[in-house]
């Protein structure tokens, strides 16, 4: 039998994958976006046709229950948020009502409409923040350090409390980093991408950033989007690290990147930036997946080493385009 499957935050970088991977399974997918007065679909385009967009907003309730009586779905992957960590000092209140409350508008849509269907939430590493255990993994305590892992950290127990509360199939993945050629042009790592692709191409001179030393378990988003449906496929609802149990500072990022290109002296290259630094950093992220590994046979496929090759690659196809 067809399923169907809901996902907030289709436009994003996982919407998309996501979407990717469950039309490959046979899935009806439906997604929601938000109003916007342009065309947001640069990571969607090329699905309009296989899948149903719906208008929705995470700081609406009864715009949340109308789509979910619209598509009536098996499955609801809520990946909508405010999701970039230094926006969340800009505007820490907004970042709380779709991050962290539109998690629970979700929820409440779901309980009214149809408790049945499996729910899973994008929990993340953020909540660790400071990390009080190095790999963190599904007991490690959280320690958030933005108003973004804060939202998250209310998100991720406002879903085990729906579980404990209402027996409903409610999952966190506790995602750490991950990237693709689809990643947001503000994260770091897409800022390198594009910055080194300008830098080879001519059209730029420099990349400005913020803290180098900060480190990140990086993986490649669609392994990821594999293991947010393999937790709504198991017998029971519970709780997973999703991680490559690596870690890499931006310096690191940088000099694969760099080299990658041509360019050994990259620091040449590098202007910083205050602007680019936060209140308070997050100077470490490191995950141990063994859970996943077990319950589900889940593994990263994709090495730091070709992540940072296939967002250079990318980035270096799309720029030639407007040459
Ligand atoms: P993303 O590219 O920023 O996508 C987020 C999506 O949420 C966008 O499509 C955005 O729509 C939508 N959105 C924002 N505010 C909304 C609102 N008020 N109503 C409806 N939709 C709204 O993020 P991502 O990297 O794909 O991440 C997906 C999810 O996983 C997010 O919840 C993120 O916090 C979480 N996560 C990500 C990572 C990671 O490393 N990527 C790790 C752990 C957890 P617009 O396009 O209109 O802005
Ligand atoms: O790429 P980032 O902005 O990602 P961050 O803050 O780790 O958050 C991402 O991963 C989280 C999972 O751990 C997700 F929940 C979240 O939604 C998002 O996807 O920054 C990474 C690091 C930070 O330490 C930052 O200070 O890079 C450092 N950095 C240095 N220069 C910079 C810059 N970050 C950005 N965005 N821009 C810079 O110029």
Same mark, same amino acid.
Do not use: C
């Given at each position: 039998m067809t399923k169907t499957a809901f996902i907030t935050g289709i436009n994003g970088m996982d919407g998309s994958h996501l979407a990717d991977l469950l039309l490959t399974k046979g899935y009806k997918v439906y997604g929601m976006e938000r109003r916007s007065s342009n065309a947001n679909d640069v990571n969607t385009k090329h699905l309009k046709d296989d899948i149903t967009i719906l208008n929705g907003d995470m700081t609406d309730q009864n715009s949340l229950l109308r789509c979910l009586k619209e598509c009536n779905p098996d499955e609801v992957y809520n990946l909508a948020a405010q999701s970039f960590v230094g926006e969340s000092w800009n505007t820490p209140e907004h970042t709380s009502e779709v991050t962290g409350i539109g998690v629970l508008r979700v929820l409440e849509a779901i309980r009214e409409f149809n408790p049945k269907i499996r729910f899973y939430q994008a929990s993340s590493s953020e909540m660790f923040g400071r990390m009080v255990e190095n790999p963190a993994k599904e007991t490690t305590p959280f320690y958030p350090r933005s108003p973004y892992g804060v939202a998250k950290l209310y998100g991720h127990w406002i879903t085990k409390n729906y579980r404990e509360s209402y027996n409903m199939f409610a999952c966190s993945g506790i995602l750490f980093n991950h990237e693709s050629e689809r990643r947001g042009i503000e994260f770091v790592t897409r800022k390198i991408s594009d910055g080194v692709a #300008?830098? /080879?191409? +001519?059209?730029?001179?420099? $990349?400005?950033? +913020?803290?180098? !030393?900060?480190? #990140?378990? *990086? &993986? %490649?988003?669609?392994? %990821?989007? /594999?293991?947010? *449906?393999?937790?709504?496929?198991? @017998?029971?609802?519970? @709780? %997973?690290?999703?991680?490559? &149990? !690596?870690?890499?500072? $931006? #310096? !690191?990022?940088? @000099?694969?990147?760099? /080299? %990658?290109? +041509? $360019?050994?002296? *990259?620091?040449l290259y590098i202007k910083q930036d205050p602007r680019f630094m936060r209140p308070a950093e997050v100077d470490v992220l490191r995950g141990d997946y063994t859970k996943a590994k077990t319950q589900m046979e889940w593994n990263p496929d994709t090495s730091f080493e070709n992540l940072v090759k296939k967002m250079v690659d990318n980035d270096l196809e799309l720029l030639k385009k407007d040459i």
């Open positions: #300008r830098i /080879k191409l +001519g059209l730029a001179d420099h $990349i400005t950033l +913020g803290n180098l !030393e900060a480190k #990140r378990d *990086w &993986g %490649y988003a669609p392994d %990821y989007v /594999k293991a947010m *449906w393999l937790m709504l496929q198991q @017998d029971t609802a519970d @709780d %997973y690290v999703i991680a490559t &149990g !690596e870690t890499h500072s $931006i #310096r !690191e990022f940088l @000099d694969v990147a760099f /080299k %990658y290109i +041509g $360019i050994n002296n *990259w620091a």
